[in-house]
């Protein structure tokens, strides 16, 4: 799998493992983070996860910009993984919960990601232009997808483990300072503590704290209590993120050299920048149609996609049955674990699917990565259709919350989110990796880490849109909400199947 591929790929790979960690742990827990911290009850929490994801890829372009103008990509990759450390540091502060002073709170939350999203935005896109850099030699021009693929699969080993350490250092915590993790109390604990609990949901609340080892005689006290101490677990699962980042950042510094370096390259040619520019106005012209032909339609399989850190998590948390490991010091439990399954899939899925490809190119059976783009986005709507399918009969979220969540026996089996995962995963990888070789391949040279910017930026837009599906989430069926993702992964699939021709040409 490995041979024929350039020597920096690897370590490009091993240097985005930190990112990767730090980006899962956010999908697990930071839309519940935002929710029980600061007690948002409708799509506040969503917005601003929905901002802060859009951000992380909409700055992407900013960095692509400074980058292609400097040419120092890796200097700019650097400084990327420093400010997204800084980020998580601000993150990681054990304040108080609940929050005293709710808009300062927000504001120092919000620099925080802030500075996490516009690190990512300098480090992420120029790396991908790095990585396709490598295969610009004509010796790995040929590997150039198998190449995405492998680098895909190695960033996200750090993804894989990034949810259950999250989630067994927040259970860890729960459990020594005297209590039993719940999932459902935190929120219980807001609406008792705000008043806006329902007499179910208050007979509720008491039989859950007795059961985790509450005080019912102060139910005031334990729900402050519990509450500070189960958001205290989220904040120092951001700081794992932080050891993950200087991780990365020793294993880029080491592996500096063997990336390339277009600045280099240009003085060595002794010519200007303008001489890396080899194509005529119209060819540039027709690859850049192209390319943003690509960017609008992927825009609405990553609004739908990008679910599994929004209204997939929140269906974890809200309707599944637990899935529980107990390892003596500390228990894997919580919705959060679902997470871990995308890269975990990834991970061993990729060498299946290069297989597969190479398989079938063995037989004479060439699929273009355009088509295999629009395959995926068939296989995304799969998923949501299981999801459909699981959901019917199911109470809607106003009705759940009403009586204080569901009972564990009238919650669905874990194994619908798990194959829903599956096959989300399979969806990824018939996309994101073939979409930056796509963008790699065909972007103009001079124009390399803008175009994986702007790759990114569909991205951003796709992330910004999240938020509309946790409010139909909590008004209309639960199943209801998976058909409106079914209907995006179609329109995807459809509209870039009926481009194919076209950019097949412009790909040759």
Known sequence: MFKGHPKGLIGAALSNMGE??????????????????????????????????????????VGGIIADKTKKYKTTILIGLILMSIGYMVLVIPTPTPVAN???????????????????????????????????????????????????????????LAPLMAVGLRNWWVQSNGFAFNGDLPTLCNQFLNGSITSEASARFTELAASVGGNTADLTAFAKQYLNIFVEGYHFSFGLA??????????????????????????????????????????VRQRLYALFAVFAVVIFFWFSFHQNGQTLTLFASEYTKTIKLDLGFTSLQGAELFQAFNPLFVVFLTPVIIGLFGWLKAKGIEISTSKKIGIGMGIAALAFVVMLLGSIGLPDYQTRIAEGGLTEAARVTPWLLIGTYLILTVAELFISPFGIAFVSKVAPPHLQGIMQGCWLGATALGNQLLFIGVILYKYIPIWATWGVFVAACLISMFTMLAMIKWLERVNK
């Open 102 to 160: 709710k808009t300062l709170m927000l504001i120092l939350t919000c620099l925080g990601l802030f500075a996490i999203a516009f690190g990512n935005g300098l480090f992420k896109g120029n790396l991908q232009a790095v990585v396709g850099q490598l295969y610009d030699n004509p010796q790995y021009n040929e590997k150039r997808e198998t190449g995405f693929q492998i680098f895909y699969m190695f960033i996200n080993v750090g993804a894989m």
């Open 242 to 283: 932080i050891f993950a980042m200087i991780i990365s950042l020793i294993i880029f510094v080491a592996n500096k050299a063997k990336l390339p370096d277009p600045a280099a390259k240009l003085a060595k040619s002794g010519d200007s920048a303008a001489a890396q520019v080899r194509m005529d106005a119209a060819e």
């Open 20 to 61: 990767r960690f730090g980006f899962y742990v956010m999908m697990a827990i930071l839309l519940l983070f935002l929710e029980f911290k600061f007690d948002f009850a409708g799509s506040q929490g969503s917005l601003i996860y929905s901002v802060f994801y859009a951000a992380i890829y909409l700055l992407a372009l």
